[in-house]
């Protein structure tokens, strides 16, 4: 199992920029695929951005592609979704997931993913 912890949410005016935080608590983190996704009161759980195990894969949605930055640091079990240039539309509560498959491919679906944090509120303002 991998419990995640999601930080680094709060208002940040449109235009700016915030980087969240997601510290996990398994061993097998440097073995995991992560991801981010974000959900808006009615409205489905949406992919974001994803990582693989070693950090040399990503995968982003269409409306972040070139804002949105994800990475991963492995020595301290951490991974980090970095937000510029954001928009009155990126306000949600943003949620930090976890395969439970060992090397798992990059899903982009939320039903792929077995563990995930408690979620951090992102307010952009205009």
């Known amino acids: 199992q991998v419990p995640l912890v999601e930080s680094g949410g709060g208002l940040v005016q449109a235009g700016g920029s915030l980087r969240l935080s997601c510290a996990a608590s398994g061993h097998s983190f440097s073995r995991n695929t992560m991801g981010w996704f974000r959900q808006v009161p009615g409205r489905e759980r949406e992919f974001v951005a994803g990582?693989?195990?070693?950090?040399?894969?990503?995968d982003y949605a269409d409306s972040v592609k070139g804002r949105f930055t994800i990475s991963r640091d492995n020595a301290k079990n951490t991974v980090y979704l970095q937000m510029t240039s954001l928009d009155t539309e990126d306000t949600a509560v943003y949620y930090c997931a976890a395969q439970g498959e060992l090397y798992g491919s990059l899903w982009t679906t939320a039903w792929k993913y077995d563990y995930w944090g408690q979620g951090t509120q992102v307010t952009v303002s205009s």
């Open positions: 990582i693989t195990s070693n950090g040399l894969s990503t």
